[in-house]
């Protein structure tokens, strides 16, 4: 019903899911990310604890292979599961269940992770795969964006189309992006659109935002006055 792409920046530290699928607000079920620790992706007929329950032990350094199994042992409905995951050592793990809707399947390589089940055929897994690796000189959003965007022209899901989500942390245990799409006709091109909007105005005041490098972030009122002044917005009297 679902397919998405993970992956791992060690650069920046940054972990990212993007994803799509024919059925409202996807955001909401599948990603699950946690700063210094991974990245993981609960598809199929989906069961949102697997992902905080993996990030879990891979928090206690448990590879996510033997993250992915430990967890899985614990839920009576595994065959019907697809998770993949990511940690940050750029590892992979997948699980495709045995009674997952075809076309169903994943590729792992190291620092990205592509799983998608209900799929038109097994080039949407392929084609995201390549558009990932030989895109390397886009910034990692747009990277994994134009990985769907392939996935999506090989025959995406089965189904239709209908939301996409992006969500990218690096240094904080809150996202730096976290775009939702979730009830739209065109959901991949609606997403880069919105990534666009961010890039405009949340990306230029990221840094001055509070962070764990600087906790109050910006807080003279003198300088955010000025900036709503100058788009037409005063906040204060004069």
């Known amino acids: 019903?679902?397919?998405?792409?993970?992956?791992?920046?060690?650069?920046?530290?940054?972990?990212?899911?993007?994803?799509t699928t024919c059925n409202l607000a996807v955001g909401a079920a599948v990603p699950h990310l946690r700063h210094g620790v991974g990245a993981v992706a609960t598809q199929s007929m989906t069961n949102r604890a697997l992902g905080p329950m993996i990030l879990d032990a891979m928090a206690r350094g448990v590879p996510p292979v033997l993250a992915i199994q430990g967890v899985l042992a614990m839920d009576e409905g595994r065959e019907i599961r697809?998770?993949?995951?990511?940690?940050?050592?750029?590892?992979?793990?997948?699980?495709?269940?045995?009674?997952?809707?075809?076309?169903?399947?994943?590729?792992?390589?190291?620092?990205?992770?592509?799983?998608g089940n209900m799929l038109a055929n097994e080039a949407v897994v392929a084609d995201t795969v390549a558009a990932y690796v030989t895109r390397s000189e886009l910034p990692l959003p747009e990277r994994m964006i134009s990985a769907l965007?392939?996935?999506?022209?090989?025959?995406?899901?089965?189904?239709?189309r209908q939301s996409a989500a992006l969500r990218l942390l690096t240094s904080e245990d809150f996202d730096d992006i976290d775009l939702r799409v979730d009830d739209h006709q065109e959901p991949l091109v609606?997403?880069?659109?919105?990534?666009?909007?961010?890039?405009a105005m949340r990306e230029p005041r990221l840094a001055?935002?509070?962070?764990?490098?600087?906790?109050?972030?910006?807080?003279?009122?003198?300088?955010?006055?000025g900036r709503f002044r100058a788009s037409g917005l005063p906040v204060r009297p004069r």
Not at 1 to 19: C, K, Q, Y
Not at 149 to 160: C, I, L, S, T, V
């Open 1 to 19: 019903m679902t397919w998405s792409i993970l992956a791992h920046d060690p650069a920046t530290g940054a972990f990212a899911v993007a994803v």
């Open 82 to 115: 697809q998770v993949h995951a990511i940690d940050s050592h750029g590892r992979t793990a997948a699980w495709t269940g045995l009674r997952c809707v075809e076309y169903c399947g994943h590729k792992l390589g190291q620092g990205w992770s592509v799983a």
């Open 208 to 225: 001055e935002q509070p962070r764990r490098a600087n906790f109050p972030g910006i807080t003279d009122l003198d300088v955010i006055e």
């Open 190 to 199: 609606e997403l880069r659109r919105v990534l666009g909007v961010w890039r």
């Open 149 to 160: 965007d392939a996935g999506e022209a090989a025959g995406g899901d089965r189904r239709g």
